[in-house]
């Protein structure tokens, strides 16, 4: 199992970073592998994950909104009925400062053995890394002006 957290401080309201976070749509914006994130059959609580692998291979998979609190908090996790073979999951915390926020975001991911086991864990390589590096992109983001 790949596991990351990292933590920072972002100049910009928690409600504003909570906004961006919610749909998780706005992710492939921060995160490289992340090709896309959509909203499935119309939920709101319910995405569908697209991302890259190596050798151009893509993994897919469902996942669901299994805890939030409007500007504090926001989790969810891989449904099992994907049929993804990966089980994965994140969750990340606003803690309002003012007009400060500290932003954690926490991610795992648990690849199956065998070759889809190896792509999972190619492409989840360094996942502390790649979440310290997409928190940074998000707070340049908030940082840089009004963001929709």
């Given at each position: 199992?790949?596991?990351?957290t990292?933590?920072?401080?972002?100049?910009?309201?928690a409600?504003?970073?909570y906004?961006?976070w919610r749909?998780?749509?706005?992710l492939?914006?921060?995160l490289?592998?992340?090709?896309?994130?959509?909203?499935?059959?119309?939920?709101?609580d319910v995405?569908?994950?697209?991302?890259d692998?190596?050798l151009?291979?893509?993994?897919?998979?469902?996942?669901?909104?299994?805890?939030?609190?409007?500007d504090?908090?926001i989790?969810w996790?891989s449904?099992?009925?994907s049929?993804?073979?990966v089980?994965?999951?994140?969750?990340?915390?606003f803690?309002?400062?003012?007009?400060?926020?500290?932003?954690e975001?926490s991610l795992h991911?648990e690849?199956p053995a065998?070759a889809l086991g190896d792509?999972?864990?190619?492409?989840?390589?360094?996942?502390?890394?790649?979440?310290?590096?997409?928190?940074?992109?998000f707070k340049q983001?908030?940082?840089?002006?009004?963001?929709?």
């Open positions: 199992m790949a596991t990351a990292h933590y920072l401080e972002v100049n910009a309201p409600a504003e970073c906004r961006w749909p998780l749509t706005h492939p914006q921060i490289d592998d992340v090709e896309s994130v959509e909203p499935k059959d119309g939920s709101a995405t569908h994950w697209v991302v692998g190596p151009g291979k893509k993994i897919e998979w469902d996942a669901k909104i299994v805890d939030e609190e409007t504090r908090k989790a996790k449904l099992e009925e049929n993804n073979h089980e994965t999951g994140g969750a990340v915390r803690d309002d400062h003012g007009g400060k926020t500290g932003v975001v991911v690849t065998g792509l999972g864990a190619k492409l989840f390589a360094d996942p502390q890394k790649k979440i310290e590096k997409a928190l940074q992109e983001l908030m940082e840089s002006g009004p963001v929709r």
